[in-house]
């Protein structure tokens, strides 16, 4: 029997569809692919898992005010989300959407279970609600009197509720962040959840008798399940929780949640309650990343500052704009988006460095060797320092396992700066001249083994540009098994590059 591969489970939070996506989704979902796309050049079995937020408030008027019913609404808006995801070559597995059947019956089964332990009861709830934020906040939380979130007024409700029993499991809570250190990542957001839940859990509203679109109670038909128990569902009910037993033990718990800091309390604290009553296993890790402010600035349609992802992909390619959010600054940390830096980026590292190295190599094979592999002779000191630095995918594993993007890319343009200082010294040129051909063929093989390795730990972070290079050097469907040296055969043609990777841009 053939081995069996070892499971991932990776997620992006459910992406609100009252508007079109912008530059913070794309963050999150092109770190999740990549993730998504590691994980199985290394071997795993992969579920990577992302879709579309539908029901609630915001919806419902967004909706009135275009003349749609709310269906027709979030039906025209999900193909520009999916074709946002295209363009950037998100590679998920499934897409979900909180408004089809089989989201709707998995969400009752778990409200069921819920309700049935005694963990869900009715009353009334009065406080200041953000229609953006579809959450209530009390005085102390709100900004010159507006939402802390989205700073934006805030409307005074009081309505009846079912809540959920949260205070109930403020001290399992507490027990399982205690068992599971890495649950909550980066560290340093740790310490910020597990206070909060130390100084006490209040019950959470868990529907709204207000809001019409939304998934009514099987109970009670006038209020409909509120935005959380909802949306955080999804999860589970992608993986046949309640219809398909098989998938969802194959699949579950969750490897990794990738979520903005915004909604950590959502999926740190509630999610885990609401899994803990319902009898099942919480997610193995929740990440949240930092925010990206514009030129300094908070993204906000009222600024005009805020980034659409066509318009970079339009003019970069969506390598490009994949590259630089996840280079330019650590994940988990908050970090600053600008055209100028994106630029320089794009000219420096890609197209003086990936693409100008690839084609110094494909120049080489071609003039010297008629685009057939040489076969390499005597190894020299100097090679085995080039070998010695691309092989370095235990550390690149390592940075991944971390979530560290830009530490792992540092280390390929390492490696790649490593292999221009190879040719700067070896001088394929003067070894040709001087008919030291022998010599020659072993650089010339070692720089396009070099560039074979580099594009194959490229190809999570630049699938196109990886293509490309995997196509001329014919080493497609490599995985993170052919990572060692001497994989190329002698003999063998190998195609021309046609044009470059990358072409200078010019800033306005």
């Known amino acids: 029997m053939p081995e069996r591969k070892p499971k991932f489970y990776v997620t992006t939070p459910i992406y609100y569809v009252n508007d079109v996506p912008h530059l913070g989704h794309a963050y999150t979902t092109i770190a999740a692919d990549v993730i998504a796309r590691f994980k199985r050049l290394a071997g795993y079995d992969v579920l990577f898992l992302t879709g579309t937020d539908e029901h609630g408030l915001k919806i419902q008027r967004a909706a009135e005010a275009a003349g749609k019913t709310p269906q027709e609404f979030v039906d025209e808006m999900v193909p520009i989300w999916k074709n946002l995801w295209r363009r950037l070559n998100i590679s998920y597995d499934s897409f979900i959407r909180t408004s089809s059947e089989t989201h709707k019956k998995a969400v009752l089964k778990l409200y069921q279970k819920l309700f049935s332990n005694g963990d869900i009861y009715k009353g009334f709830y009065e406080g200041y609600y953000c229609v953006a934020c579809e959450a209530f ?88 399940v509120y935005v959380w128990l909802d949306a955080l569902t999804n999860y589970i009910s992608a993986i046949g929780y309640g219809e398909n037993s098989v998938e969802f033990k194959k699949w579950w718990p969750a490897d990794l949640h990738l979520i903005g800091k915004d909604i950590l309390w959502f999926h740190a604290v509630i999610w885990p309650s609401i899994l803990m009553s319902a009898g099942i296993e919480p997610p193995k890790q929740i990440f949240a990343h930092g925010w990206w402010t514009v030129e300094g600035e908070k993204m906000s349609k009222t600024r005009g500052n805020v980034i659409d992802p066509n318009k970079i992909i339009n003019k970069y390619g969506s390598d490009a704009f994949r590259y630089f959010i996840l280079r330019e600054m650590p994940f988990g940390q908050d970090g600053d988006f600008s055209e100028l830096a994106l630029n320089r980026r794009y000219n420096s590292d890609l197209v003086n460095g990936l693409g100008n190295l690839t084609k110094r190599i494909f120049t080489l094979v071609e003039k010297y060797f008629n685009n ?67 010599r020659l063929s072993t650089v010339t093989y070692n720089l396009l083994e070099a560039l074979r390795e580099i594009s194959l730990l490229l190809n999570p972070f630049l699938p196109d540009t990886s293509k490309k290079i995997q196509e001329a050097l014919n080493t497609q469907n490599q995985t993170f098994k052919d990572l060692y040296w001497g994989k190329l055969t002698p003999g063998l043609t190998i195609k021309s590059m046609e044009g470059v990777l990358f072409s200078k841009i010019k800033m306005p």
């Open 137 to 224: 906040y009390s005085i102390g939380d709100l900004k010159n009197g507006n939402c802390p979130i989205h700073n934006q007024p805030v409307e005074w409700l009081k309505e009846e509720s079912y809540f959920f029993k949260l205070s109930k499991y403020q001290n399992r809570l507490l027990e399982f962040y205690e068992k599971n250190p890495n649950f909550i990542q980066p560290s340093f957001r740790k310490n910020e959840i597990i206070n909060r839940v130390k100084n006490g859990l209040k019950d959470i509203s868990i529907s709204r008798a207000r809001v019409k679109w939304g998934i009514p109670l099987p109970h009670n038909k006038k209020h409909v």
């Open 372 to 438: 057939k592999i040489p076969e390499p002779k005597k190894v020299e000191r100097i090679d085995n320092d080039l070998i010695s630095k691309v092989d370095c995918f235990k550390e690149i594993n390592s940075y991944m396992n971390n979530l560290e993007f830009s530490r792992a890319l540092e280390r390929i343009w390492d490696a790649m700066a490593f292999c221009d200082k190879y040719i700067n010294e070896t001088e394929p040129w003067k070894l040709y001249k001087e008919g030291k051909i022998e």
